[in-house]
């Protein structure tokens, strides 16, 4: 209970409007209340980061299109991106079919 006074005591001292929304609350809260481990080891060998990060993004992007059935603008919403940041990783990472990538195209342009 005193961890969720401290959230919303916090939103209430950095929110700029009279409002409180979800985008108020503290990314681990947002997060289902875990904070990320931080306390992994890095390997002796090292890691290839980048590679681990991209796998990590699709993850994320493929759960996120999962969650929104399909919709690109709610995928990225969810993620925090923009839509066209959104769309250049779905095609890099080729996570939407080819016909999907144009129907969201015709949708945005309208």
Known sequence: MRELENVIERMIALEASDVLTTKSLPEHVLL???IPDSSFELPAEGIALEEHLQA????FMLKALERCGGVQTQAAELLRMSFRSFRYYAKKYDLIPRDRETEDVMVENE
């Open 32 to 34: 289902g209340g875990r």
């Open 56 to 59: 990590i993004t699709k993850v």
